[in-house]
């Protein structure tokens, strides 16, 4: 029986800084890639065709580049362990390799059920660590200096002419569900997945489109060229943070003084990604609670008729509509937007957080578990490590970022005939204005499903009434404790 090495691709879609790659061709067995697109993941609420879509378009390409080696990635809609299991069947494997992955309970489970699988059977599995997410730390001290570490790591040069490939006929797998993705083609609109796209980004960013990077990153029109759009490439591992890092360093000693502040700002960027995943991936239990119990308990009820105004743009607040309607079609919305989206509904709204994530990550491209329970939890104010609730004006947010209220008529154009002043805030229409533009409050737009400020004014109230009992200050200690680091 020949002894073999597996490659198990998972959010690390590259050929390029690829850790385990790099080991499975290092140990000079002939090595079998693949990847598993598991029915249980799919099934999950928070993740959307988009995703998928994405995800085979990053494939089509290492796919592309794998036949002048005369191998290929073995693509299963399957569970892992079946497949594994059928593998055994003719192979005695040695080692697999795969990189860590912080993601959901589901994906968790099914690495412990992993492990368990490799140790039954003899075979070593060798995890790597993704990015600057570090396993197993108690809390986050030194993890600044040992993100920075890695980061300043050499690149692992990738040599495929090195490799010693495997051929398995494809109907050795017959009934395991074996996908060829060179017959599928998916027409959208959205950022199209893959190692040359992400490259192209990132070029095209530190060229040119980065100088505007700072001035315009909170606002919903010009964001969507000034910042990097890298974010989906570095969720799915299209290019590696490292790589990433580095090229931003190379890039900006050639560039004019211009450039400095602003991709000094995306540096920080870079950091702030992993550091959100490093905190999920010591707390995974925000998946399902709130990381702070007291300030969870503050929201309990569900109105669906106002989450689903809010999922569908029809709250009647222009903004946060424009907002949803855009990330709803293209995947894509900048922070501040998101950040304002998860604060409407949680504090104006009232609504415990739960109620939306699920919609959120589906639409979001570069949905990344880590960063996003997080940021939702923290907009919500139940994360117990800031000491401020953040609750964002819609109406405030549009009159600094979107005056001319630009980004609110193209997403909502039922609002183009309006002036400016009224596309922002609609309800303080007069009867005689309604008559003049032809427009029906109500009718041609809904009337807002609350008021803004009452309903910010109480929200705030209840939270912070909520975190001075002496319960939620311990728990707010404890938190502190673990998930802040404490610097030398």
Not at 99 to 125: M, P, S
Not at 378 to 388: E, H, N, Y
Not at 413 to 419: A, N, T, Y
């Amino acid at each position: 029986m020949q002894t073999i090495n597996i490659v198990w691709f998972k959010k690390d879609l590259r050929l390029h800084d690829h850790l385990p790659l790099y080991q499975a061709i290092e140990s000079g067995l002939p090595t079998l890639f693949l990847f598993f697109f598991e029915p249980s993941v799919i099934a999950l609420p928070e993740h959307s065709a988009r995703h998928w879509n994405f995800v085979k378009e990053s494939l089509q390409e290492i796919q592309k580049m794998l036949l002048s080696f005369h191998t290929k990635v073995y693509v299963f809609e399957n569970e892992v362990i079946p497949v594994f299991e059928k593998i055994l069947t003719i192979y005695k494997i040695n080692a697999v390799y795969s990189h860590q992955e912080t993601g959901q309970q589901v994906t968790f489970d099914r690495d412990k059920n992993f492990a368990k699988f490799c140790k039954y059977n003899g075979i070593q599995w060798i995890e790597s660590q993704r990015d600057g997410v570090v396993r197993g730390l108690k809390n986050r001290n030194g993890w600044s200096e040992q993100w920075t570490a890695m980061m300043q790591e050499p690149i692992k040069k990738i040599e495929l002419h090195k490799l010693k490939t495997i051929q398995v006929e494809d109907s050795f797998f017959e009934n395991y569900h074996l996908l060829n993705l060179d017959k599928q083609v998916v027409k959208h609109q959205l950022q199209k997945g893959g190692a040359c796209f992400a490259w192209r980004y990132l070029q095209g960013f530190t060229e040119e489109r980065a100088l505007s990077y700072t001035k315009h990153i909170s606002k919903p029109t010009e964001s969507r060229k000034s910042c990097s759009r890298i974010s989906p490439y570095l969720t799915w591992g299209n290019i590696s943070i490292r790589q990433v890092y580095q090229f931003v360093l190379e890039e900006k000693q050639k560039l004019p003084f211009s450039y400095q502040f602003p991709l000094k700002n995306f540096e920080s960027r870079l950091h702030w990604h992993c550091h959100f995943i490093q905190r999920f991936e010591m707390d995974c239990s925000m998946e399902f609670q709130s990381l702070h119990p007291t300030l969870g308990k503050v929201r309990q009820e569900v109105r669906p008729e106002w989450v689903n105004a809010w999922e569908t743009g029809t709250t009647g607040i222009p903004l946060i509509d424009a907002c949803m309607r855009c990330v709803n079609e293209t995947g894509y919305l900048n922070f501040r937007m998101r950040a304002m989206l998860v604060s409407f509904l949680t504090h104006h709204l009232l609504q415990p957080w739960q109620a939306g994530v699920a919609h959120l990550a589906r639409q979001f491209l570069d949905y990344e578990a880590g960063i996003h329970y997080c940021q939702f939890q923290m907009q919500a104010g139940v994360m117990g490590t800031s000491s401020r609730f953040r609750v964002y004006n819609p109406t405030k947010q549009a009159l600094e970022h979107d005056p001319e209220a630009i980004f609110i008529k193209q997403w909502l154009p039922e609002l183009q005939s309006l002036p400016t002043y009224l596309a922002i805030e609609p309800w303080k229409m007069t009867h005689l204005e309604q008559h003049l533009y032809k427009f029906r409050l109500g009718l041609d737009y809904p009337k807002p499903i609350v008021e803004v400020e009452d309903s910010a004014r109480e929200a705030k109230q209840l939270l912070f009434s909520a975190s001075k009992t002496e319960i939620a200050k311990n728990e707010t200690q404890r938190l502190l404790d673990k998930h802040v680091e404490r610097r030398k």
